[in-house]
Structures are given as C-alpha cells and as structure tokens.
C-alpha cells in the first residue's frame, strides 16, 4: 500500500535549535490541507496555488485515506478530484464519506469530467453542515477568496504570534532541564482535536479578546521525560498521574501569567461577558468551543540533544479566541506601547 507523500514539503526543519534560540519571525500563518488527487496535471496545479496562497498540501492515496484521518492529523481543508485512478470509489463518495466523518473540514472538490448534473444530484448525500467548493483547474485562482473565506477568515497580527510563540518557547525551556525547544511554525486548524491523553484549559482574557488556551500532550512521552530526570519531580513521583497533571499546569499557568503582565486585563468583561458551552467529546478526542472560527496553533518539540529519542516529547497548543476578538484594538494598544517607549516614558529592559 502505498504512503502518504507531501505535495509540499514542510517548513520546518529537524535541525535541532541551539539552547536559548528564538523562534524564527513567521512570515505568514500556513494551514496543512489534505490533497486527494491522482491526476499528474492537477497534482502540479494544486501544489502551485498551494505554494501561492499559505497551504502545506500533503499528498494520500485514495486508499490510504481513511488511515489519514484516523491519525487524527491537524488539517484546515480538504482538496479531493472526482475522477481517481485506483481508488474503490469515485472521488464524490470519498468526499461524502469525508464530510461525514470531519464536517468541519472545508472540502475543495475538483469537478473536472463531472457532469454538472450529477454533481447537482449527489449533492444532497452531504451532511447538513457540510463546507464543499466545486472548482475546476482553469478556475482555481478563483478558489483564493474561498480560502481566505474558509481558513483565513480570522486575522492573527503577526507582532502578537510572535510574542505567544516566545511566551511558550520560554515557558517549556525553564521547566525541562538540559532540553532544547523548538516550535514549528504557527499554523490554523479548522478541525477539532485532542491530541492525547493529558490537557489543559485555561481562559485568556483582555481588552481585545476573550477565548482560551489549550497545552495537549501523550502522558507516556511525559512520563519518560520524568523519568530521564529533566523535570522537577523524580521517577518515582512520575509514576503518579497527579505530578504529570502538575507539570501541565504548570506550563499553563507560567504561558498566562505572561501573557497577562505583557498585555494586562484592564478594561476586559470578566465574568458579565457572553458564554457559549465548551463541548467535548473523549470517545471521539474531540472539543468544540463554539466557534466555526480557525485556531491558531502552535506545535512544539522539546527533547534532550543528548538522548533525543528517549526523551522527545510533542506539546501541541492551541488558541481559540471564541468569545471576542478585535485584532484592531491590539493594534491600537501595540501602538500606543510603541509611542511610550519612543517617547522615553517607558523604558525596555
């Protein structure tokens, strides 16, 4: 069977970082997207817009689909072509079945040798909620205000994804002794997973926002950190599930602090402000926090140079600004910070 192959290699590099790097200055937000195609011409397109507009495409095999999704990879949408060579069924099914499984996935359907007819007739075997754009490849510039629509709808300040990125580079190197860190780069998700067994949540809270942060991480790629003596807690602490919890909290409680003494909460809603319910479901490792908008995320690695494979761990982070966001009013206080410092009323130390 055949693996899983990427249209477009990945930004970032396995090169350890040097202790105490920064975090590389992102250029844009990217978003990884599925791309289900068999078609040498189409496979070329794709990847071109891809490269064009802040996709990572990665390439599967119509078979090797279902495994895909099983991995419970982070995606923002999902490219599929109708016409599929050696698949067990027409690319419009495979996107049903996609739809069905990730409704909250925007599906991009290639309709290339697709009568409009049918394509109007399966229509309805979607499900209700179902986000499905029918292009063809001599319209998929077109496709560029849908993107923008469907995963880049919400405007991340790059000022601001670079100061939660530092925050959290800082965090995970002063409680993982003789470690390195490094975070990929920041990236939106549509989708709504929990990766493994441990997380955290915990509200963020100021003028010109109001959501949430979300550390998830796999408890035995933690435990074996323990164990190699990198944390403040012993082996044997580390058999009880409590410390674990501990060193989660921690890192939570250690990234807001920061992010509260760098942007403060003066003038933000506290407890009067609206409240949508927080869903989650474990059967399905899924949580929803009432939002259909992207989360910013960051994926993090931390392990020792010295024994990398037995004590690597994977820290996924997310924010969901589900309750208010006003991008324009960071500005204005990233602004105003500016002018006290230029101005010598503030002083950077």
């Keep these: 069977m055949e693996t899983t192959a990427p249209v477009i290699e990945p930004a970032p590099s396995d090169a350890p970082a040097p202790p105490g790097a920064a975090m590389p200055e992102p250029a844009a937000l990217v978003s990884k997207v599925l791309v289900i195609e068999t078609d040498g011409d189409a496979l070329a397109r794709i990847r071109a817009f891809c490269e064009a507009h802040g996709l990572q495409g990665h390439k599967v095999h119509p078979l090797n689909v279902p495994a895909v999704l099983r991995s419970r990879i982070d995606l923002g949408a999902v490219f599929v072509g109708t016409q599929l060579q050696g698949a067990l069924s027409d690319g419009l099914a495979l996107a049903r079945d996609i739809a069905w499984l990730r409704p909250e996935l925007p599906i991009f359907l290639r309709t290339d040798g697709m009568p409009e007819a049918q394509a109007g007739t399966d229509a309805h075997a979607m499900p209700r909620d179902a986000s499905v754009v029918r292009y063809t490849l001599d319209g998929i510039d077109a496709l560029k205000t849908e ?42 998700v549509r989708d709504r997973l929990i990766h493994g067994e441990l997380f955290t949540l915990i509200p963020m809270e100021t003028p010109w926002c109001r959501g949430f942060m979300t550390l998830q991480t796999d408890v035995a790629s933690l435990r074996r950190v323990v164990d190699a003596g990198r944390t403040a807690f012993s082996s044997e602490e580390g058999e009880d599930f409590r410390n674990l919890n501990a060193i989660l909290g921690e890192l939570t409680n250690l990234i807001w602090g920061a992010f509260r003494n760098r942007f403060g909460t003066e003038g933000a809603s506290g407890s009067f402000g609206v409240q949508v319910p927080i869903i989650v479901n474990h059967l399905h490792r899924y949580i929803s926090f009432g939002t259909e908008s992207p989360q910013l995320c960051f994926k993090c690695h931390v392990w020792a140079p010295d024994d990398p494979e037995a004590t690597a761990i994977t820290i996924y982070q997310r924010f969901a600004f589900s309750l208010s966001w006003a991008p324009e009013l960071y500005r204005e206080s ?16």
């Design 147 to 188: 993107v923008d629509r469907k995963i880049f709808d919400r405007v991340y300040p790059m000022s601001l994804v670079r100061t939660l990125g530092e925050m959290t580079q800082t965090a995970l190197a002063s409680q993982f002794r003789g470690m390195q860190v490094r975070l990929d780069p920041p990236y939106v």
């Design 334 to 349: 990233e602004a105003l910070l500016s002018g006290f410092v230029e101005s010598g009323e503030l002083e950077l130390f």
